[in-house]
């Protein structure tokens, strides 16, 4: 909802120095709606958040386990910024 909001109000900036209201309705639904919008999404991200259970040791287990899998695309960047590609390796 707020992306599609974003589109409108883009569209809406042509029209900053004109003596036009043809968007403003457009402005009128737009800045309440993609407020509470934004209000619900953070609201559920602080609570997704707090309630979050973090386990070091598990992670640090993770880590060793994969023996630094998880790094793979910034060492492919690396190569691919070297001239190396999937094919050469």
Avoid: K
């Amino acid at each position: 909802m707020i992306r599609g909001n974003s589109i409108t109000a883009l569209e809406n900036v042509a029209l900053w120095h004109e003596r036009d209201i043809s968007h403003s309705s457009a402005e009128r639904m737009i800045l309440p709606d993609a407020s509470l919008g934004l209000d619900y999404m953070l609201s559920l991200m602080t609570g997704i958040i707090e309630d979050m259970v973090v386990y070091p040791d598990r992670m640090m287990q993770n880590l060793e386990s994969t023996r630094g899998l998880v790094f793979s695309p910034e060492l492919c960047c690396c190569w691919l910024n070297r001239g190396l590609t999937g094919r050469s390796l």
